[in-house]
């Protein structure tokens, strides 16, 4: 029998091979010390605490989870036989067995004993000592998981407390705790505020090292800040601060790292955002011919690229790009056999989306009815996905007349929203009075005056949404926008144009200055203006909105984009009825039903009503044998899509 000597010999060598970051070695000396250890005073003796503790880290270093949780919990039995429940070897070797279950994802075994660690070091060190501040967040992040927000923001406020008085304010040390309390504010609603300026701080706690060169710890700093400036809105700052990370990202691992295709990506939503299409459509195809390069062509994270390249060109106007890719990536989906995978699902509800504006409505609700089924078997009934692919489906079904169909869906993705949410959220309001569009199914099988007390019952809603979006995001933030536009919309069938129109002036007001004056989102803010201006009996106003918004959509979306032909549709409507340009207004009019076509084909609504719109202007210019054809036309068209008993066919 050895020596325990022999045993302290071999386990003074493994502390030197840890300095000398040898895993294996340190391995080798502990098993060897633990093994002399038992046998010569047994199982449960004192020595083998330091052994076995360092055997458990090493086999960690090595990746050995399993296998180290086994030591570190055989380590923490001995402790606690020898020392006593309340021992701080008991409070670290608890610790250090919570970490690995932690990683093996295993909370539920993990949150106890982090709590036995913080109750032991309370008692034997007070309750503002550093050695509680690594627990503490350990298990505030743990809670979070578990939906215990509150009880975990409180712990993570605590453990940047004690690094606050332990190392001052500007200790890099403070970090892992601002992040934590950043992220678990920002997945709750109202507090963007506070998670910006936790990301400002963060930031500027690593930027202030010695470091000449920004780490790449760094760049995550500056991702995590212009998400925060997205989402308040502040778009020019969040791009500048995705620009940083990118800089960063391509010095520390190289232009062609998959890190920079992820940064790439970033670059390029917020780059979309800003309206900036052909831009960030560069920007995509980078982050997509890198992660090709890198991963593969069919990997996952190419076909995520595909799937956000694809909703660009169908913001482009270009449909047939749009689903050649998008056909790509559910092919790599296929191949992977995700078919419970959330991405996948994402691709079925963007090949939905496509195929509802190619007109293709039955093709397009067989993909939502997919999308809606793999999200409740990946994410549960409940989640706020299967809302969104409810909403989705409920929308394709009013496309073909289907309201009743609609209505049941569009409950149940409203009940699930407002589980979701907090009371003040914004989105179950906003979903249930603009999302959901049943104002306007309303509108469509109104008979008579009832619509108006719809609008008015309806009202109070809009109200409420735009005023939490107020509150939440503030008044000048692109999604208050939005809700400003709903609020006018039902304002506007209320008869109440003069309301309507402030409401829509505030709504160009707000996206020209957080735009600039050539976006997407300016133009249809102009075009809605332009509408209601033609309501208020304005025509000359009215026809210069309609004109700056149809430059605007020709210069960003291009001329052949379908809300293009919206607009070329509305000024050639005010021609026609209030200047008497029945030449310009036909060649807009002629211009219209070409995109349409050319977008959806023949059999589409938009295709429908052109022509009678056609109709109408031949009508006006007493060529009633044209005018004929193409109310008949019109009838035909709608009767293929939506059959003879319909009432839009009926309208005709």
Known sequence: MEDPLVAEACSALGQLMSSMDKPQDVVTYNKRAIQILENAKGAQCTELSVPL?????????LGRVAAAAAVYARALEVDTAVYGEQHLFVAAGSQNLAALLEKQGKPAAAIPLYRRCIRIREEAQGAEHNDL????????????????????????????????????????????????????????????????????????????????????????KHEGLGLSLKQAGRLTEARAHYQTALDIIRRGHGPRSLRAATCLNNLAVITKQQGA???????YEQSLDIRQEVLGKDHLQVAQSLNNLAMLLVQSGSLDQAWDNLQRALAIHQQAMSTADPSMAQTLNNMGEVLTEMGRFEEAQECHTRALLSRELSLGGGHPEVAQSLTNLAILLEHQGQYEEALPLKRRALAIWEGCYEANHPQPVGFKLSSSRWLLILEENDTGGEL?????????????????????????????????????MAVRRQGRQKEALKLYERCLKIREAAFGTRHPHVAAALHNLSAVLADS????????????????????????????ARTLSLLAGLYMRDSKRFGEAEQMYLRCL???????????????????????????????????????????????ILGREHTDVAQV
């Open 53 to 61: 503790a360092n055997l458990a880290g090493a086999l960690a270093d």
């Open 537 to 564: 009996g304005r025509a000359k106003e009215a026809r210069q909105m309609g004109e700056r918004a149809l430059e605007t959509r020709e210069g960003v979306l291009g001329p052949g984009h379908p809300e293009t």
């Open 452 to 488: 108006v007390g719809k609008y008015q019952e309806a009202q109070p809603y809009l109200e409420r949404a735009l005023s939490n979006k107020e509150t939440i995001l503030g008044p000048g933030h692109p999604d208050v926008a939005v809700a400003v536009g709903n609020l006018a």
């Open 277 to 283: 299409l052909e831009e960030a459509q560069g920007l």
């Open 133 to 220: 501040a690594a627990p503490l967040l350990s298990l505030g992040s743990l809670l979070e998981g578990a939906g215990a927000e509150d009880e975990a923001k409180c712990l993570m406020q605590r453990s940047l407390g004690i690094r606050e008085r332990t190392f001052g304010r500007c200790h890099p040390s403070l970090v892992p705790a601002i992040d934590a309390l950043a992220e678990l504010m920002h997945r709750r609603s109202g507090q963007e505020a506070e998670v910006l300026q936790l990301r400002e701080r963060s930031l500027q706690i690593l930027s202030s090292g010695t470091d000449t060169e920004p780490s790449v710890q760094v760049a995550s």
């Open 594 to 640: 070409t995109i349409h076509e050319g977008l959806h084909g023949p059999n589409h609504p938009d295709v429908a009503a052109e022509f009678g719109h056609l109709g109408q202007l031949m009508m006006a210019m007493d060529r009633h044998d044209e005018a004929r054809r193409y109310f008949h036309r019109s009838l035909t068209t709608r009767e293929k």
